[in-house]
C-alpha cells in the first residue's frame, strides 16, 4: 500500500524559502508519478508541480514556475519542493499526491494516494 509522507512545513517571512519533502513509506515511487498540491480554506485542491518518476519529466503551475522546483532522490525514494521567493499568496496546506498513470498529472482526480498535509505560511 502506497502511503506519501510529507514534512517540512512551517512560518516563513516573504521572500524566504522553504523545502517540502515527500517520502513514500511501504514501497517506492518508481512507476508512479508524484504531485503537490495545495488548499487554502473553502477552496478547491490546487496543482503545483508534479513530476514523473521514470523519465523525471516535471510540470509546473503557472504562478510557481522560476519559484518552485520539484526534484528527488532515487536512493531514499523521497520528492522534493523546493519553494523559494515564498509570498504570502503561497500561504496553504501543502499535500503529496501518488498515481500510477503518467497524463493529466495536474488534476487532483488523477491521484489515488495522498499524504497529510503539511502547513504552509508566509508573512508579508
Known amino acids: 500500500q502506497m502511503q506519501p509522507v510529507e514534512s517540512g512545513g512551517g512560518l516563513v517571512q516573504a521572500g524566504g524559502s522553504l523545502r517540502l519533502s515527500c517520502a513514500a513509506s511501504?514501497?517506492?515511487?518508481?512507476?508512479?508519478?508524484v504531485g503537490w498540491f495545495r488548499q487554502t480554506p473553502g477552496k478547491e485542491r490546487d496543482f503545483v508541480a508534479a513530476?514523473?518518476?521514470?523519465?523525471?519529466?516535471?510540470f509546473y503551475e503557472d504562478s510557481v514556475k522560476g519559484r518552485f522546483t520539484i526534484s528527488r532522490d532515487n536512493t531514499k525514494s523521497t520528492v522534493y519542493l523546493q519553494m523559494n521567493s515564498l509570498k504570502p499568496e503561497d500561504t496553504a496546506v501543502y499535500y503529496c499526491?501518488?498515481?500510477?498513470?503518467?497524463?493529466?498529472?495536474?488534476?487532483?482526480?488523477?491521484?489515488?494516494?495522498w499524504g497529510q498535509g503539511t502547513q504552509v505560511t508566509v508573512s508579508s
Open positions: 511501504g514501497r517506492t515511487f518508481s512507476k508512479f508519478t
Open positions: 513530476m514523473r518518476w521514470h523519465d523525471a519529466n516535471t
Open positions: 499526491a501518488v498515481t500510477g498513470l503518467l497524463t493529466q498529472v495536474t488534476a487532483a482526480t488523477t491521484y489515488d494516494y
